[in-house]
């Protein structure tokens, strides 16, 4: 844990007591969303101190162009950025002639921002005595509105407090803002057009290279003690910058306010010679209901998500603000309407990681949004990757492969590869894996089958192509062998025969061709449809199930376990425990090779295989694997926590799995990486909500039935979760005593608990003690 | 091969005819060079077609911030990059008013460049129509001085054929010069001063970082039909460029020429604050001779050169053209007066590859340097590394190592590691054991220890520390192994224990424990000076020895040879050649991640072991070797068909042999690997002379003496080689029928033939058949 700021609470976050070095900090862990945009957790005002500005449209990005130390063929041109749009949040304030900026204020007092998470809004309120001595009060309320998810909404207040004062609230729009992240100091935003009738202003600006068409807008209306009053704005307007002055003498006590609304129609939505209407219009519909009405809406909406997504504990406030975090900030990231979309890995909180989508989608968050949302929704993550097939097979072929094996990117936002280090772009192919794996867990968890004819099958065959092409036959070892990979744990590059990574692969070729002869027998229209379009022969399948069957597994016998690779036991075998504070995290103060030859793992790897894979192996030889891996895992990816967490309650580790719960859901409010201020990870959150689900409530799917062992940490008095399970809510309620099951909607459903048949009714409680 | 234009000769590079799509491969093959400065052979005049000009200082660098895709721990910050210099060999030249440029002219004919390698100079001749319709006959010659290496002189005349013209020659400088290789498109010139006297000019520049001060003169003289003549210059002078105009009218026929003398003075030789009165006294110097006793000198001078460094060939003209290209290139870039400077791969004739000094130096020149000069000189290179022990220190230490251990950089211009790929800059380490063996290898053809006991055995100490803490103790294998490195062969990153390197780092830790014991018992108070300054205890001597005894070799038993890694017999045999040729070279066709898990190799590697050592190895473990790696070798590295050719004389193999010497003494002339354009393979062209001497002559050293076992192509009707052995001049002749041996300098020497002793008695001759 590296900072401790966060006031622990159940609903909110929240930051008392104006601290400058925990600015960059707050506007990551502050951040809101809603799907569709989001944005740091910025001042209003002009704010001279460090801090990291940035407004964020769902799929608006720029392809930067690669920079690399020495170039490799099959490195991709272009690396697409997460992309800081133009600024719609200004406001500048002016107090007698002087700006408010609290980077400069004589004092400021009972500061207090709140991320009212129940509810959707974030707020800010502080006593500031400004250079020029005079004194106000402020309070803002901002948010992101979850109905009408082209706006947003600020309700901005000042108070005169040891004077009259002429306050001048000065609304404005900018695109002539920059990215953090850029190779070449490209400028990544062209404004076309700056204009404003009445109240309104509107900045029309497309990206360079991508040409996403934009029109960022505001409306503004001013109010003296709580009464609209009617103040003549001046207006200023620049190339890419338009500010309105709304200018009033107040008196001491007064208040006056301003509510703001503003936001971006995007040609992703809208035609593009239409986004100024298209503006006008939500701006009439937001005004006209107003501020309270909107975020009257907006408590609604967050209700209806929270109604089933809430996790609730009991008796310990820090876990309990931990699990709503992660579950908000998911929600803020991705709401599953827009097949186009996935869950970048910093969501709407920063630049890092360029790109949208990752492994961690398929592997971490689908659980999530499944058991959280309506089913439609993991499915169109699934399409997300069925979309880009094509993308994915031009990828293969760029690196030498042929006859449609598909590699999907290791970092995408088009479905092109954006990474370029030759041991990720090229040899972190395991991500392939995982993509299979999601179709399969979708599956198992929806019941669904029809998403495997009508679109998986193809992805499926693709994977299984690649992976058979992939395969080395080893006339040493008379098998197939994987060679020069790099497994989840990022910490051993180009190494041979991942266990992880050879596991994978051959359960993507035998579970392909399981589906294969399913959809062959059962839906055979929809076969001759694929058959026809991917021409498999019977040649082929037969080279795919040589790899499958024959495929070489690194086996230790002195050890009784499978190797993380080949060669893993020739390493300086000594335990993170048995190593100096000083030198962690590794990655910070280790030279690359020194991490590469050491033993130890980012995150979990040959642990990963046994989390995805848990019924091949038995409870003794997981035990095993993670008494031989745990040791040496640093966890410095913020993926590696969440999966240590569930095999800890597996094994009923509790007080390890409740360490690693912690660790996982608390990773940004207490900065456990240093990083906080980069962004939030947005994506091991849905990891968080796993070591709840799956670790603590050991919730799984057994034969088309949710099974649970409920376990609870001694930390706890309580807690719950609900999920929909195939149109049955089931709630969940754990204590140490005894568990609840209750469906709360749907019909009567038949579920384990700890292995024995349970037979829930509508509406009635079970209790298993 | 991939070109075919370069005529074939004895002693000179002869191109006719001009084709604008050789300007850059032609820059390339006919640069000059002269120890102190070098350049590529651009032309003097404008020239609008594609060119890459280059002019370089020896010693003077450029440290370029750098530039990765992803950070990792342990980078170097900069990357010292080879500079062009300003130009000073710019001569415009204006005909009626049209200026001369080969690119518009509307005919060029019976061009003809020719660099004469025996005398040392380059010319160029023409005749061009101009756009103006007016025919001139050009010619013009050109060298850097050897005898006054900051100088160099040009003779360029000019005869109107079809009319008479008004002919202005425009010699100038221009310090407004850039870098093709520059990460940042930074500025590396800062010119400080311009000026001019009489017909002298003198640009003051100093680079930038690094502040090396230059001085870059000239000083110009007309002449109408040979006769001096007085033309007053116009003089146009700008912030970085200053140039003369010499207007005459000439009659049809009547030719007009210019001797233009220039070059640089540089703060690497002289007060920063005295380049000027420097750059006026050589140009006094060199004037007061004139063009022609300049030119007198310089073919005196490479007359010494060739006097010991020449090898003849007979009957295989493009053999004989191609080993002397190599000895003259070697010679043009490196000359042994400078301890601070070494032998840039690229030599003065191109900037790839940042640095000067690479591995290749100590595995490939030095022999070339010890055999062809006086012994002095590989000294001079030995001390380079002992002169940068310190930094090699540190560089170790900033990636973890302690205790003195040093580590040398990949690439380096002053001690520091320039390069910055992980798989390279940190883990090919093996580069350390060739510093090491070089110094071994000195005191085994000179016979002179001394230079151990004075400053290599501190060399030596810190690599063998160095080794000793990079090695690691598998507890599973009981022996040592060195995980993580990429040896020679670059076509394999991260491997787990390369033979040739865990090979060379035993030999390192051996050889220099014998050191050890041989100095404390020989030279005491060397001894002393050095344990003092070093502080070796018995206990890390035995760590040392613990190591080299129980080091693990990659060993097959099925096949009898040692792998050149972990893992190698996993890979997909299938032999170069039948790979299709449409597939190569693999560099060009293949992405990173393929090459990686084929089993192509770059250059030899463990054969490189064998090369080193092959005392330790019978020739049928030589040629088990040979057979198993060479089909797999790809040789796309210049550095490669040398090691082979060597290793196929020493198997009776003379065909492959053959073969192998005409790629690597014929690489750039008939650019086999499609890169010519960017400059010459400078370091492996002593592997060159070495598939000569001690390919098809046999020349080693064994117990203090040399021994031969002479062979010859079946392509040739003979060849001769000289070397200096301990200051006798020992003359090889070998022809078909017979081999004679004459010492021309010297005393009596015993030498071995085919392994029986033979006594040499000066200026007699001793025939073998």
Redesign the interface.
Known sequence: MNQDYIKPDNWSIIEEGFDASHVKSSESIFSIGNGAMGQRANFEEAYSGDTFQGSYIAGVYYPDK?????W???YPEYFAKVLNAPNWIGINVTINGEPLDLNTCTSVEDFRRELNMKEGWLSRSFKATLPNSIQIEVEVKRFLSLELDEIGAINYLVTPLNSDAEIIFQPYLDSGITNEDTNWDDKFWDTTKVNHANNQAFIEAKTMKTHFHTCTFMESVVFLSGKSVLVEPSITESSNKVSFSYAHAVKKGETFSIQKFGGYTVDRNHDKSNLVNAAKAVLKTATTKGFNQLLEGQKQAWAKIWEIADITIDGDVKAQQGIRFNIFQLNQTYLGKDSKLNIGPKGFTGEKYGGSTYWDTEAYCIPFYMATKDQNVARTLLEYRYNHLDKAIENAE???FNNGAALYPMVTMNGEECH????IT??EIHRNGAIAFAIYNYHRYTGDYSYIPEKGLEVLIGIARFWQQRA??????NQY?I??VTGPNEYE?????NWYTNYLAKWCIDYTLEQIEKIETEYTSDFSRISEKVKLSKKELALWKAVADNMYFPYSE?HQVYLQQ??F?????ISVENLSKSERPI????????I??SPYIKQADTLQGFYFFEDQFSNETLERHFDFYEPFTVHESSLSPCVHSIQAAKLDRMEQAYTFYLRTSRLDLDDYNHEVHEGLHITSMAGTWMSIVEGFGGMRVKDNKLSFTPKIPKQWKGYSFKVNFRNHILKVHITQEQTNFEIIGGNDLEILVNNKPLMLKGDSLKVVS
Chains 1, 2 share one sequence.
């Not at 690669?66 to 020495?70: A, H, K, P």
């Not at 590059?493 to 025969?497: D, F, H, I, K, L």
Request: no cysteine.
């Open positions: 690669t920079r690399v130390g020495w490799k063929n099959g760029k690196l030498g370029n280090e030759w041991e090229f040899e080395t036959f080893s006339a040493d070892k062998v060679l020069g590059n180009n190494v041979n025969n002195k080949d060669g036991l020739d390493k300086e075998l990655n910070q103060k280790w030279s690359w090779d020194r590469l030859r």
